[in-house]
C-alpha cells in the first residue's frame, strides 16, 4: 500500500512522453512520390520478354532508403506535464470565440507545446518558427503528446504487441 502522503508526494513525478518528429519534409514528400510510383509500375507494368527487371525492384530499393534517412531525421521531442495551475491559467489565456469550444486552438496548440516541451525547450516564438516547416501531421502529433501528458488516464495502457510478442517468447503476458 502507498503509505503516507508525504510518501506519495515525494515519489510523484509529471507525466511525460517523447515522440519522434520527422524535421526533413523533403524525405517525407520523397517516401510518398516513390510509394505511389512502386504502387502504379506494380500494377502497370507488363514485361516485354522474359529477362526484363521489374522496374519496382529499383523503386523498393529507392524507397527502403529514402524511409531510413526519414527515420535519420526524426527528432526526439520530450513534453511533460505542466502541473494543474499552470494548465489551468493556460487554458484560460487562450479562450475560443465559440462557447462550445475549450480553447481557441489557434494559439493554444504552440502555446501548449511551448510550455510543455521539456527536452528540447522552446519558446513560443520558436515553436511557432517550427510550426512553419513542419507539417499538419508533424504538428499535431506533438499536440497530442502534450495533449495526452495533461489528460490521459491509463498509466499503464495495455499493449496488445507487447503482451503477443511475451508470449510468443515464452514470457508472461
Given at each position: 500500500m502507498p503509505g503516507s502522503i508525504e510518501s506519495i508526494l515525494k515519489a510523484a513525478t509529471p507525466r511525460e512522453r517523447t515522440v519522434k518528429v520527422c524535421i526533413r519534409?523533403?524525405?517525407a514528400g520523397r517516401?510518398?512520390?516513390l510509394t505511389e510510383e512502386l504502387a502504379k509500375v506494380s500494377e502497370e507494368w507488363e514485361p516485354s520478354d522474359i529477362t526484363e527487371e521489374h522496374p519496382g525492384r529499383r523503386i523498393a530499393a529507392d524507397l527502403k532508403a529514402v524511409r531510413e534517412e526519414a527515420r535519420a531525421a526524426e527528432v526526439p521531442f520530450t513534453v511533460r506535464y505542466i502541473g494543474d495551475r499552470a494548465y489551468s491559467d493556460l487554458l484560460a489565456a487562450h479562450p475560443s470565440d465559440d462557447e462550445n469550444e475549450l480553447?481557441?486552438?489557434e494559439t493554444f496548440t504552440p502555446a501548449l507545446i511551448?510550455?510543455?516541451c521539456a527536452d528540447p525547450v522552446m519558446t513560443l516564438e520558436q515553436v511557432k518558427e517550427l510550426f512553419e516547416v513542419i507539417n499538419e501531421g508533424e504538428i499535431k502529433k506533438l499536440f497530442e503528446a502534450a495533449w495526452d501528458v495533461h489528460h490521459a488516464s491509463d498509466v499503464v495502457p495495455f499493449s496488445l504487441a507487447a503482451s503477443a510478442l511475451l508470449?510468443?517468447?515464452?514470457?508472461?503476458?
Open positions: 519534409g523533403d524525405l517516401v510518398q512520390n480553447f481557441k486552438l511551448a510550455a510543455a508470449a510468443g517468447l515464452g514470457g508472461v503476458s
